[in-house]
Structures are given as C-alpha cells and as structure tokens.
Antibody, heavy 116, light 107 residues
Framework: QVQLVETGGGLVRPGNSLKLSCVTSGFTFSNYRMHWLRQPPGKRLEWIAVITVKSDNYGANYAESVKGRFTISRDDSKSSVYLQMNRLREEDTATYYC???????WGQGTLVTVSA | DIQMTQSPSSLSASLGERVSLTCRAS??????LNWLQQEPDGTIKRLIYATSSLDSGVPKRFSGSRSGSDYSLTISSLESEDFVDYYCLQYASSPPTFGAGTKLELK
C-alpha cells in the first residue's frame, strides 16, 4: 500500500538549519509532483512548496513565507522528496507533512520546533 | 491568494445525524477543491477530490457538492469515527490554500 514517511524533525535554534526527508513507496513516485505542507500548533494547514516531475524540469514553487530560505528537492531513484530549511525562525515551528499529486496521499508528519 | 472561509469552526452533533460543512472561496476555483479529514494524532486523509469525487475506500456516507462559490461536505449519518477535524483545500490557484477547519464533536 501507499506509504509516505517523513523524518528529520526536531528541536533547532533560530537561525539554524534542518533537512527533512520523505521516503515513499507503493506508487510510481517519478510520475507525481510532490508537496511539503505544515501545520503550526492549533492552526490551519499551510502549503509551503511543490516540486514537479522530470518532464517539467523539476520546477519548484514556494510560499512567500519560506521563499529564499527553504529548498525542495527530489531523488526519483530513492522515491524521496526533501526540504532543506535554512535561517529557521520561531514561526516555522510546525508539524511538516509531505503529500503527493493532488494531495491524495499524506505522510504522518514530523514536528519541527524552533526555539532558543 | 484565494481565501477559503470554512464554517462552522465547530459542530456538535449526534450519532446518526446528517451534517454539512461549508467552504466559501473568495475567487472562482471551479471544481478544484478537496476535503481532508485529520485525526487527533495528526493523520490526514483525503476524502473528496475535485469537489464531489469520493476517494477509494471512503464510506459512501461522505459526499461533496458545490453551489456557486460555496462548497459543501455532507456526512449523511454520523458514525463514531467521524468526530474529528475536517479541512477544505483549493488547488485552482497558487498558492493552494486551506480553510480554517471544522471540529466535529459528539453531542
């Protein structure tokens, strides 16, 4: 069955970096655009980044709140998508999710806490 | 950005009751709307895609519809596992945006 598993979350100081990974299985990963989304504690979900497929040159798009600080990437050979997060801020504290295509599949989330 | 106004923010209902949740889009999104269900442990599941298409494995008591800029999720007869959180998501225009959520509570 389809599985998406996020890892890499944790406690980090403001200004530092963290890289999240999402390993997938059960579907043809290379055919799907992949997203990262997040949910701050007690708040609504927020989309933050998308990466397209090879035929679209792995184009990426970002929410304004993370543009210039976060980078999405993928490795089709590993069926994985990544989120490099730099210059983290306290307002980046959230559970981070990866999701596929038109949001059919979701991971279980990984918690990132940015605090001094 | 397109604003999604979701109502109600919380709803108290009984087992077997029929309920409807609504999202209103600030701009035209056509049929580009999903409904998502979120469990207390954070697990997210898509229930409805493209406004009214039921995802595989989702019980038929869930349905989606549209009237103008109002999009609705209807649960025809509430069961115990339905008392969780629900979100709408528009993907017609970037960035994709979510409603604020509806918390469904057992009366």
């Amino acid at each position: 069955q389809v599985q998406l598993v996020e890892t890499g979350g944790g406690l980090v100081r403001p200004g530092n970096s963290l890289k999240l990974s999402c390993v997938t299985s059960g579907f043809t990963f290379s055919n799907y655009r992949m997203h990262w989304l997040r949910q701050p504690p007690g708040k609504r979900l927020e989309w933050i980044a998308v990466i397209t497929v090879k035929s679209d040159n792995y184009g990426a798009n970002y929410a304004e709140s993370v543009k210039g600080r976060f980078t999405i990437s993928r490795d089709d050979s590993k069926s994985s998508v990544y989120l490099q997060m730099n210059r983290l801020r306290e307002e980046d504290t959230a559970t981070y999710y990866c999701s596929s295509g038109y949001y059919a599949y979701w991971g279980q989330g990984t918690l990132v806490t940015v605090s001094a | 950005d397109i604003q999604m106004t979701q109502s109600p923010s919380s709803l108290s209902a009984s087992l077997g009751e029929r309920v409807s949740l609504t999202c209103r889009a600030s701009q035209d999104i056509g049929s580009s709307l999903n409904w998502l269900q979120q469990e207390p442990d954070g697990t997210i599941k898509r229930l409805i895609y493209a406004t009214s298409s039921l995802d595989s494995g989702v019980p038929k008591r869930f349905s989606g519809s549209r009237s103008g800029s109002d999009y609705s999720l209807t649960i025809s007869s509430l069961e115990s596992e339905d008392f969780v959180d629900y979100y709408c998501l528009q993907y017609a225009s970037s960035p994709p945006t979510f409603g604020a959520g509806t918390k469904l509570e057992l009366k």
